[in-house]
């Protein structure tokens, strides 16, 4: 698993306050929707990109065809696709947001010849990690098994 130092997460989510999420799924239970949900509750404006969904809302945003169709600037593009899709996602971004300063790449998903040209452009790259949950443990919110749970109460 590539390392990446805590300075370094915390600086990409203190820094980030617009995030495509490409990939994102309209089903609660699909980790790219509650991670997109949780980080625009946080405070992030979250740009969800899925072209089966595309024209629909989702956390008070239109969901866009693609990166490109995007016209206001993006710190950081989330890809919850495989790795193999990631390429042309990671050039698609390159192109569209000259000011980009984060690729994330989620949890299983990591591809270095992408990741090179990432980092050629000055842009820093995270893959095989997870925002929502690198944000709990840096921002202190991790409970119990490294899940954010309520309370759990004492007379079970």
């Given at each position: 698993m590539t390392e990446y130092s805590d300075d370094l997460l915390t600086q990409i989510l203190k820094r980030s306050k617009t995030i495509a999420v490409a990939g994102v799924s309209m089903n609660p239970v699909r980790p790219s929707y509650y991670v997109a949900r949780y980080l625009s509750l946080k405070g992030y404006k979250v740009i969800p990109?899925?072209?089966?969904?595309?024209?629909k809302m989702l956390f008070g945003q239109t969901i866009r065809v693609s990166l490109s169709e995007i016209s206001e600037p993006v710190d950081m593009v989330d890809i919850f696709r495989r790795s193999e899709a990631v390429p042309p996602i990671v050039d698609e971004a390159l192109e569209a947001f000259p000011n980009l300063r984060t690729i994330w790449m989620q949890i299983g998903i990591e591809h270095a010849t992408a990741a090179a040209t990432v980092q050629a452009r000055g842009v820093?790259?995270?893959?095989n990690r997870?925002?929502?949950?690198e944000y709990q443990r840096l921002f202190g919110e991790l409970r119990m098994g490294g899940f954010a749970t309520g309370m759990i109460s004492s007379k079970l």
């Open positions: 990109v899925n072209p089966g969904h595309a024209g820093d790259v995270v893959m997870c925002p929502k949950i």
